[in-house]
């Protein structure tokens, strides 16, 4: 088990930042993929970013606003969001996957979620 709480959510306007923090109850040295997914409203979970190492990954749609980043001195998972759009609207999840293979998917422990509202 791999207990995750997600903060940091909010509601901003298009343009702002965020910064969503996600603290695990465990080593986060010890976990090979640590990622955020999100979910829009009537939408599936998608893919937002993952980081292993010193390696990062991202969904094209956040590439270049979106960074991911990681203490493991604090177990925490960090996702610094800048000019924020109206369709990053959504509920940020945080997830773990204990093994290699690809950074996009088999994750296998969830947090409960933190919302991002974005205003036009």
């Known amino acids: 088990q791999v207990p995750l709480v997600e903060s940091g959510g909010g509601l901003v306007q298009a343009g702002d930042s965020l910064r969503l923090s996600c603290t695990a109850s465990r080593r986060t040295r010890d976990i090979f993929y640590m990622g955020w997914f999100r979910q829009a409203p009537e939408k599936e979970r998608i893919f937002v970013a993952a980081i292993t190492g010193a390696s990062t990954y991202y969904a094209d749609s956040v590439k270049g606003r979106f960074t991911i980043s990681r203490d493991d001195a604090k177990n925490t998972l960090y996702l610094q969001m800048n000019s924020l759009e109206p369709d990053d609207t959504a509920v940020y999840y945080c997830?773990?996957?204990?093994?290699?293979?690809?950074?996009?998917?088999?994750?296998?422990?969830w947090g409960q979620g933190t919302q991002v509202t974005v205003s036009s």
């Open positions: 997830a773990t996957k204990l093994g290699p293979g690809r950074p996009t998917v088999g994750y296998d422990y």
